[in-house]
């Protein structure tokens, strides 16, 4: 019997890898002999880079940038095996993650980070990117990014103007002509988590999709696929009894387009049942059903403060995979 593992990262909490092996560890309490495959994937978020360098046999570069609130951070983007491209999390430079709840202010954080990674990219001669919008702590319509590669914004006085939130209603002007050359040669594709909009009730007040588009010339794609594409799932699914997909929290907006909706799409295709795990079931998960998603399940066995349930990821993911199959469906 093979069974296919394929979930995005639970944020802050298990990286997809970890959610694999947790994964089979539960389900091989009950099934040790079955066949698995494990897929850690993403989306556009946190894991992109992991995800796209194991699936290409790349490798990891890191250097150090300036983080959302200005501060030095150690980042990341990952080479692809042929090492032709580049794949940059946002997150990784300019992400929730790298700043302390306490001190998480959007209207001062920045986004310049990002745009340093692409900087160091393009000093390195590649010229095809994939840049992961998702999990950014920014909503600076990309400012800082396009600051980095020498974009200038200036204000009503024809001030320059500090890449924040904050400033983004006093942008009077925008002066390209210091704007790095090399971009011009550039294939950048931006891979998004979901397709909302810029702006609206759906609108995704980061802004950096936008940006990317005008500054970088950009074409925007759902991360989802270019990331199976990568990882070959449509083949590891042929054949397949199960497959699972999960990520921190399923709701209404996983069909936006998040990692298990793309998962689920894939193994629709070859009629394979598809379960989804999650930290949380918000509001409107039952749609996710119209998609694909057979069952779902939260791992959490009880209400606990966040910082607890974080911790214990792996441990409930692990029980909720073994008591999943303890009577045996499948």
Same mark, same amino acid.
């Given at each position: 019997?093979?069974?296919?593992?394929a979930?995005d990262? !639970?944020?802050?909490?298990?990286?997809?890898?970890?959610?694999?092996?947790?994964?089979?560890a539960? $389900?091989?309490?009950?099934? =040790?002999?079955?066949?698995?495959?494990?897929?850690?994937?993403a989306?556009?978020?946190? &894991?992109?880079v992991?995800?796209?360098?194991?699936?290409? /046999?790349?490798n990891?570069?890191?250097?150090?940038v300036?983080? =959302?609130?200005?501060?030095?951070?150690?980042? !990341?983007?990952?080479?692809?095996?042929?090492?032709?491209?580049v794949?940059i999390?946002?997150?990784?430079?300019?992400?929730?993650?790298?700043?302390?709840?306490?001190?998480?202010?959007?209207l001062?954080?920045?986004? $310049?980070g990002t745009?340093?990674?692409?900087?160091?990219?393009?000093?390195?001669?590649?010229?095809?990117?994939?840049?992961?919008?998702?999990g950014?702590?920014?909503?600076?319509?990309?400012?800082?990014?396009?600051?980095?590669?020498?974009?200038?914004f200036?204000?009503?006085?024809?001030q320059v103007?500090?890449?924040?939130?904050?400033?983004?209603?006093?942008?009077?002007? #925008?002066?390209?002509?210091e704007?790095?050359?090399?971009?011009?040669?550039?294939?950048?594709?931006?891979?998004?988590?979901?397709?909302? =909009?810029?702006?609206g009730?759906?609108?995704?007040?980061?802004?950096?999709?936008?940006a990317?588009?005008? !500054?970088?010339?950009?074409?925007i794609?759902p991360?989802?696929? #270019?990331?199976?594409?990568?990882?070959?799932?449509?083949?590891?699914?042929?054949g397949?009894?199960?497959?699972?997909t999960?990520? /921190?929290?399923?709701?209404?907006?996983?069909?936006g387009?998040k990692?298990?909706? &793309?998962?689920?799409?894939?193994a629709?295709? $070859?009629?394979?049942p598809?379960?989804?795990?999650?930290?949380?079931?918000?509001?409107?998960?039952?749609?996710?059903h119209?998609?694909? #998603?057979?069952?779902? $399940?939260?791992?959490?066995?009880?209400?606990?403060?966040?910082?607890?349930?974080?911790?214990?990821?792996?441990?409930?993911? !692990?029980n909720?995979?073994?008591?999943m199959?303890?009577t045996?469906?499948?």
């Amino acid at each position: 019997m093979k069974i296919v593992i394929a979930p995005d990262s !639970f944020k802050e909490s298990l990286s997809a890898e970890k959610c694999c092996q947790a994964i089979k560890a539960g $389900f091989s309490t009950v099934f =040790p002999d079955a066949h698995y495959i494990c897929l850690p994937i993403a989306d556009g978020g946190e &894991g992109t880079v992991d995800a796209m360098v194991a699936a290409t /046999g790349g490798n990891i570069v890191t250097l150090e940038v300036c983080g =959302p609130i200005g501060e030095k951070v150690n980042a !990341f983007y990952g080479l692809t095996g042929d090492g032709k491209t580049v794949v940059i999390e946002m997150a990784a430079a300019s992400g929730l993650m790298l700043v302390a709840p306490e001190k998480r202010n959007p209207l001062l954080a920045s986004s $310049f980070g990002t745009g340093e990674l692409i900087r160091h990219a393009l000093d390195n001669g590649i010229r095809h990117i994939i840049l992961g919008i998702g999990g950014s702590a920014t909503v600076d319509g990309g400012m800082g990014m396009a600051q980095a590669l020498g974009v200038r914004f200036l204000d009503a006085d024809g001030q320059v103007l500090a890449a924040n939130g904050g400033n983004l209603a006093r942008v009077a002007s #925008i002066e390209m002509d210091e704007c790095d050359p090399r971009l011009a040669n550039c294939h950048i594709e931006v891979a998004c988590d979901v397709d909302n =909009p810029l702006v609206g009730p759906r609108g995704a007040a980061g802004g950096m999709g936008i940006a990317a588009a005008v !500054f970088l010339n950009a074409d925007i794609k759902p991360g989802i696929e #270019i990331v199976l594409r990568a990882v070959n799932l449509e083949q590891a699914v042929q054949g397949a009894a199960l497959v699972i997909t999960g990520e /921190g929290r399923i709701d209404s907006q996983t069909a936006g387009g998040k990692a298990p909706l &793309g998962v689920a799409s894939v193994a629709k295709q $070859f009629n394979v049942p598809v379960i989804g795990i999650a930290g949380v079931l918000g509001d409107g998960v039952e749609v996710v059903h119209q998609y694909g #998603i057979d069952a779902v $399940f939260s791992i959490l066995p009880r209400l606990a403060p966040l910082a607890e349930v974080l911790a214990s990821g792996e441990t409930n993911l !692990f029980n909720s995979a073994r008591n999943m199959v303890m009577t045996p469906t499948y």
